[in-house]
Nanobody, 128 residues
Framework: QVQLVESGGDSVQAGGSLRLSCAAS????????MGWFRQPPGKEREGVAV????????SYADSVKGRFTISRDNTKNTVFLQMNSLKPEDTAMYYC?????????????????????WGQGTQVTVSS
């Protein structure tokens, strides 16, 4: 059974930092692109950061560039999102996703429909 389990969400003040983790189990995701997406209250889910299988290619939403860093450790089937200089507008449920297409993912994209496996989410709340 494929599972993605996020952790690390918390309530912090603006300017603070958090590190989210996503542990994959039930399959080996070393050929998958991985991504972090978020859904603010009352809004649609949006892409935050994505990463290629080897970690050599990353892409970020404009709103988080320079503040967030995505990384992965394929030996531990884990992907991370380091979030610095957090702002109230970063408040959202954060989801981890894996492309899970069965083939090697060449280029990571922030297209929700390209990700087949999703975690349950971890809440990040940033207060001003």
């Amino acid at each position: 059974q494929v599972q993605l389990v996020e952790s690390g969400g918390d309530s912090v003040q603006a300017g603070g930092s958090l590190r989210l983790s996503c542990a994959a189990s039930g399959y080996t995701y070393s050929s998958d692109c991985m991504g972090w997406f978020r859904q603010p209250p009352g809004k649609e889910r949006e892409g935050v950061a994505v990463i290629s299988p080897t970690g050599g290619i990353t892409s970020y939403a404009d709103s988080v560039k320079g503040r967030f860093t995505i990384s992965r450790d394929n030996t531990k089937n884990t992907v991370f999102l380091q979030m610095n200089s957090l702002k109230p507008e970063d408040t959202a449920m954060y989801y981890c996703a894996a492309s899970g297409s069965g083939s090697y993912c060449q280029v990571p994209r922030m297209r929700i429909y390209e990700y087949n496996y999703w975690g349950q989410g971890t809440q990040v709340t940033v207060s001003s």
